[in-house]
């Protein structure tokens, strides 16, 4: 007879990466933390214990909001004309009310390091195109342009809450045009000039923009891309317009009627920065809009302000000293934050180009050119590299860099090895999430804690992210909804058009009164990080069992056959469910029934049976929206028989013509 020995308890997992004594000593989070302990009653740093310390630090943000913000004012010296008279009068969600009597102005905080006579002729901007050609704007040069701009705007007419909209790429002129916005109290909103001309008057019929500014056009893959017929629709479409700039970035002359940006720059008056409110829009957002016409996102000059400072300056750990660069266009929500990297002094590198040309690593050698030290882009494009066999730390001298962020996407177990292999051993990999209803991260990158392969460092600070199931209770170690209990000062202040603030509570909080759920599906560990599974309207649900739909492309997609997949969990009439699986094929392979079984045989053995679909279908191309998320919720909508036109905005979709397959799939099993 032999006797059970007793259960040892499971093993943690060993870290891919963890910071240096030197790293959490210096990191700013590390310093914030002893400062708050000192001066706001957060408790004292635990010695010797990133994990713990930061645990704590976080526990006190959530549980004691308004004296961690206060924390953050003082720290980051944000200086109110108006002092408030509260931190947080209401923290009612929707609705709660920050700092209300306070009044600053965001662009005057961004442009402060101008200020610095010894700062002051460094590189604020380093931009650069496919030529990859950098070229550098100073901290001077960029405050003189925006207090040029300001004026003109304010000889156009332009007064505070007035809309100001940007037809433009990631260029140096696009971050002179937002801080003149803000700097006179208008209100900012963007599109990148690849976004057709109904997709831009989806987006800016809704705000009624009084000046617009445009390019001629924009390079792309080796490829010019004109844009003047464009701009004359958007000109002719809306007719709230009193101006239209226009910047020659293909060489053309200002059409008729137009003023040319060169003019608007030139002088070099004394900055003047509009006092505003602390709610007071700073610039309109816009979702994805994959039903209807995308919701305008309203977020406020304090609240941007304060949550970007936290972010840049704690979460990321950038300084002065730091460089950083983020693989983004001006209609997606991280320009917006790229841009805020200005507020920790940091120096800001802008690429307007393809991803990949002339080479698939062609943003590496970006962070080579310009001495990058924080480098972010996607998890895709993580994916296409170690895809395509790229060697970023053998072939280029990436030597400043110290942290790769990602978002998108959650990133695959197989991108963090490709990360710690191919760029560097000793490097932070920051993924994080968040989204463009807040234009932040709720849970992301902490420089003082270990990186897990395929999980997030831990949620942010000031937010209290939990996973909740349809009940509301709190989940450990399971699959639940992404929530958020309490308000984040970089919440909507409100929706465009939406005055009874219905479409804005639909959104976000009717499924639990007065508590965000964002829409994903997350797993908080009981060491305290984070995994992203996907959308919660979109994930897949066999028998009860909960599964996320990025778990079977991580897996799928590793195979060399397959180029990109989307799966789709569909709810029968009959209580049944169907889930098939859409591949897009390699060039040369050939969808039989061997990789048929592969797919199969991959998915049971990597993830669960319950992974395995239905059916394996070929497709000739995988949907996305305008910013590159695969298009789950309209395609699930259209299998289940919905018409197209109540299924999708056809202006949110990079190529329409890919859904009518569905929609033919949809007609034919019906039949």
Not at 72 to 95: H, I, K, N, S
Request: aromatic content about 8%; overall charge negative.
């Amino acid at each position: 007879m032999t006797t059970a020995s007793p259960q040892t308890p499971p093993a943690q997992p060993e870290p891919l990466w963890t910071p240096g004594p030197d790293r959490v000593e210096n990191a700013r989070i590390t310093r914030f933390h002893r400062r708050a302990a000192d001066e706001h009653g957060a408790p004292a740093p635990v010695a010797g214990d990133p994990a713990a310390s930061y645990h704590a630090l976080h526990r006190w943000s959530v549980e004691h909001n308004e004296a961690f913000w206060q924390a953050v004012v003082d720290w980051f010296d944000v200086r109110f004309t108006t002092e408030p008279d509260a931190v947080l009068a209401d923290a009612a969600m929707p609705g709660a009310t920050w700092f209300p009597g306070a009044t600053l102005n965001y662009a005057q905080h961004l442009l402060r390091t101008a200020d610095d006579p010894a700062r002051a002729g460094e590189p604020a901007l380093i931009h650069l195109d496919e030529r990859q050609e950098p070229a550098t704007t100073t901290w001077a040069e960029l405050r003189r342009q925006t207090a040029s701009l300001a004026e003109e705007l304010r000889r156009l007419g332009v007064r505070p809450g007035d809309r100001v909209s940007g037809y433009l790429p990631n260029i140096p002129q696009a971050v002179t045009a937002l801080l003149a916005t803000a700097a006179v109290g208008a209100v900012w909103t963007s599109c990148a000039p690849d976004f057709g001309a109904r997709s831009v008057l989806d987006r800016f019929r809704q705000v009624e923009p009084v000046v617009l500014f445009t390019v001629d056009g924009y390079t792309y893959g080796g490829k010019q891309h004109d844009r003047t017929a464009t701009v004359a629709e958007l000109r002719g479409e809306l007719p709230s317009l009193r101006a239209t700039v226009h910047i020659p970035l293909l060489g053309t002359p200002a059409p008729e009627g137009a003023l040319a940006w060169d003019d608007l720059v030139a002088s070099d008056p004394r900055p003047a920065y509009e006092q505003v409110p602390f709610d007071h829009p700073l610039w309109v957002l816009y979702s994805s809009g994959t039903t209807g016409l995308p919701k305008a996102i309203v977020q406020s000059q304090g609240g941007i302000l304060l949550e970007h400072l936290k972010q840049t300056g704690l979460h990321l750990d950038l300084g002065p000293d730091d460089r950083f660069f983020w693989y983004t266009s001006t209609g997606w929500m991280m320009w917006n934050f790229l841009v805020s990297g200005l507020l920790a002094g940091a120096t800001v590198v802008l690429y307007d180009g393809s991803p990949g040309h002339p080479a698939v690593d062609a943003q590496w050698r970006i962070a080579e050119l310009t001495g990058t030290t924080l480098f972010g882009t996607s998890a895709a494009y993580v994916m296409a590299c170690s895809k395509a066999g790229v060697h970023p730390g053998r072939d280029l001298d990436l030597s400043r860099l110290k942290c790769v962020a990602t978002t998108g996407s959650p990133l695959p177990p197989d991108g963090f090895r490709w990360i710690h292999d191919e760029v560097a051993a000793d490097l932070w990999i920051a993924s994080v999430s968040g989204g463009t209803d807040v234009c932040s991260c709720f849970v992301g990158g902490v420089p003082t804690l270990p990186v897990h392969i395929g999980e997030l460092q831990a949620p942010c600070l000031g937010t209290d992210l939990q996973s909740w199931d349809p009940q509301g209770r709190p989940l450990t170690d399971e699959v639940g909804e992404l929530v958020v209990t309490n308000p984040m000062p970089s919440m909507p202040v409100r929706f465009w058009n939406d005055p009874d603030g219905t479409r804005y509570h639909d959104s976000y909080f009717d499924v639990y009164p007065g508590v965000w759920r964002h829409g994903d599906w997350v797993t908080l560990t009981s060491r305290g990080t984070v995994v992203i599974h996907g959308r919660s309207d979109s994930t897949l649900n066999r028998g009860g069992v909960r599964m996320g739909s990025s778990d079977i492309y991580e897996a799928v997609e590793r195979l060399p056959e397959i180029r990109e997949s989307l799966v789709i969990g569909v709810e029968q009439p009959d209580g049944g469910y169907w889930m098939p699986l859409f591949v897009q094929l390699a060039e040369g392979a050939v969808l039989d029934d061997a990789l048929r079984d592969r797919i199969r045989r991959t998915l049971r053995e990597q993830l669960s049976p319950r992974h395995v679909p239905d059916e394996v279908i070929e497709v000739p191309a995988v949907p996305h929206t305008l910013t590159g998320k695969r298009i789950e919720v309209p395609v699930k909508r259209l299998l289940q028989g919905t018409p197209m036109e109540k299924a999708v905005n056809p202006g949110s979709v990079d190529d329409i013509t890919l859904l009518a397959f569905y929609e033919a799939l949809a007609r034919k099993r019906s039949s």
